[in-house]
């Protein structure tokens, strides 16, 4: 039978003990193994005071009980390990190995979900854990997630990480068309699933291989843009508007146009942003939600002439969805009602039935300008009347883009503008 012995084998006087496996084999010749363990003590103690049956002080008792705690745990991992290894006689490295997995145990291998359902859940999860996931990120994944649950529902199939594959391409095609989301809603979230599959395969899990292929994809198609020209700003802002809470989305959304900032940005602004330079230059100084920059906007003169209409305050801040919907109607009143291609939200939901929030799609046609506004619009707009007149890099850092090519889809001069512009600066060069 194996028995486990601990010694003090150095000529410190303080030192780690020395543990000893001993057993014989079948024909009765013993052998051993032997390791250090970071049980440390010193020789006076581990060979005479721990043997003291009288007399110990309190920290000497507790000493003795500490260490005796730490020798039974051991022994009892050793003998454990020995049982379930059954090591030979002559594997001279076997209890050292064991004391390294005892004192530096391996993590336990995570065990993630195979079904691309429940793997979004853990995918969200470890992305929070390491800091890698914005709000915004989570509401995107959750609403692709409920999608796929809906498409299983109808499909009467649960989808596998390794079944992402040409045939789920066309379940998610057929389901995405029969509920009349746009192609490029389509293009989104299948770009979504991909990317946590290709997430899953470096957690070490099968995927399919069709995630390898160029063309394992849905292509988008292009969108129609819209910004609002000069003469159109100059409409809105001479419009007289009945109501005071249409005057406050006006102010909101010309200040927009003047700052090229998100919505969620602008909306924040304060009185107390603004500060002033040693030269007496005015800046609105924040920090952009969805980049984290430190902005110092330069405040123009046409957002003072708002602020001087409230003593200095900017208008009061309302929902997104307030002023989405107060500036369609600010843009009618002004008479921008030319008619445009774009994407309007509808609801399809059956005459008579109530509509749930998946009822409601942005669908493409022609419609009066104003019935496209939203609170993009602005920042569009900002970007599209600037360019050419402002250096890019200037617009860049106003708009918080990180590269041109981001920063030129905002940009929707008619290729006749650009090719205007192009010829401008070639007679410049002369």
């Given at each position: 039978?194996?028995?486990?012995?601990?010694?003090?084998?150095?000529?410190k006087?303080k030192?780690?003990l020395k543990v000893r496996?001993q057993?014989?084999?079948d024909?009765?010749?013993?052998f051993q193994f032997?390791?250090s363990t970071?049980?440390?003590?010193s020789?006076?103690?581990?060979n005479i005071t721990r043997?003291?049956?009288?007399g110990?002080?309190?920290i000497?008792?507790?000493e003795i009980?500490?260490?005796n705690k730490s020798?039974?745990t051991?022994?009892?991992f050793?003998?454990?390990?020995?049982?379930k290894?059954?090591?030979?006689?002559?594997?001279?490295n076997?209890l050292k190995l064991?004391?390294?997995?005892?004192y530096?145990?391996?993590?336990?291998?995570?065990?993630?979900?195979?079904?691309l359902v429940?793997f979004i859940d853990?995918y969200?999860a470890?992305?929070k854990?390491l800091?890698?996931?914005?709000?915004?990120?989570?509401?995107?994944?959750t609403t692709?997630?409920n999608?796929?649950?809906?498409l299983e529902n109808?499909?009467h199939?649960?989808?596998k990480?390794?079944?992402i594959?040409?045939?789920?391409?066309?379940?998610?095609i057929t389901f995405?068309?029969?509920?009349?989301?746009s192609?490029n809603t389509q293009?989104?979230e299948f770009?979504r699933?991909k990317t946590?599959?290709?997430?899953?395969q470096r957690?070490?899990?099968?995927?399919?291989k069709s995630?390898?292929?160029?063309n394992?994809?849905?292509?988008?198609?292009k969108?129609p843009?819209i910004?609002?020209?000069s003469t159109?700003?100059?409409?809105?802002?001479?419009?007289?508007?009945?109501?005071?809470?249409?005057?406050?989305a006006?102010d909101?959304l010309?200040?927009?146009?003047y700052s090229?900032?998100?919505?969620?940005?602008f909306?924040?602004?304060?009185s107390k942003m603004?500060?002033?330079?040693?030269n007496n230059?005015s800046f609105?100084?924040?920090?952009?939600i969805?980049t984290?920059?430190?902005?110092?906007?330069p405040?123009?003169?046409e957002?003072i002439?708002?602020?001087n209409?409230?003593?200095g305050?900017?208008?009061r801040?309302?929902?997104d969805?307030k002023?989405?919907?107060y500036i369609?109607?600010?843009?009618k009143?002004?008479g921008?009602?030319?008619?445009c291609k774009?994407k309007?939200?509808?609801?399809i939901?059956e005459?008579?039935?109530?509509?749930?929030?998946f009822d409601?799609?942005?669908v493409?046609?022609?419609f009066?300008?104003?019935e496209?506004?939203s609170?993009h619009?602005?920042r569009?707009?900002?970007?599209?009347?600037?360019?050419?007149n402002?250096?890019?890099?200037?617009?860049?850092?106003?708009?918080?883009?990180?590269t041109?090519?981001?920063f030129?889809?905002?940009?929707?001069?008619?290729?006749y503008?650009?090719?205007k512009r192009?010829?401008?600066s070639?007679?410049?060069?002369k």
């Open positions: 039978m194996a028995r486990v012995y601990f010694l003090f084998r150095s000529q006087e030192a780690a496996l057993d014989k084999n024909k009765g010749v013993f032997e390791g970071q049980i440390h003590t020789n006076q103690f581990w043997k003291k049956q009288r110990l002080s309190g000497e008792k507790n009980k500490s260490i020798i039974e051991l022994e009892d050793i003998l454990k390990q020995y049982e290894d059954n090591p030979k006689s002559g594997n001279k076997w064991t004391l390294k997995d005892y530096t145990p391996k993590e336990k291998e995570k065990l993630y979900p195979i079904f429940d853990s969200l470890d992305k854990a800091n890698e996931l914005k709000e915004s990120q989570r509401k995107r994944i692709t997630k999608k796929l649950i809906r109808e499909t199939k649960r989808y990480l390794k079944d594959n040409e045939d789920f391409k066309a379940d998610y995405s068309e029969q509920k009349k989301y192609i293009n989104k770009e699933i946590i599959c290709r997430y899953a957690k070490g899990l099968e995927v399919s995630l390898m292929e160029s394992f994809k849905i292509n988008k198609e969108s843009k910004y609002l020209e159109e700003i100059e409409k809105i802002q001479k419009v007289d508007l009945k109501f005071d809470y249409l005057e406050n006006r909101w010309l200040i927009s146009i090229g900032q998100r919505i969620s940005d909306m924040r602004f304060t603004i500060h002033n330079d040693e230059r609105i100084i924040f920090k952009q969805k984290q920059h430190d902005m110092y906007l405040l123009r003169a957002i002439d708002i602020l209409k409230r003593n305050e900017f208008p801040s309302i929902s969805q002023y989405n919907d369609k109607l600010v843009c009143e002004a921008i009602n030319t008619l774009g309007k939200r509808i609801c939901a005459e008579g039935k109530k509509p749930t929030k409601y799609r942005d493409l046609g022609e009066e300008k104003w496209l506004i609170s619009i602005g569009r707009t900002f970007a599209t009347i600037n360019y050419g402002i250096p890019t890099p200037d617009l860049m850092y106003f708009t918080g883009h990180t041109e090519k981001e030129l889809n905002y940009i929707v001069r008619p290729d503008d650009k090719a192009a010829f401008d070639f007679n410049k060069l």
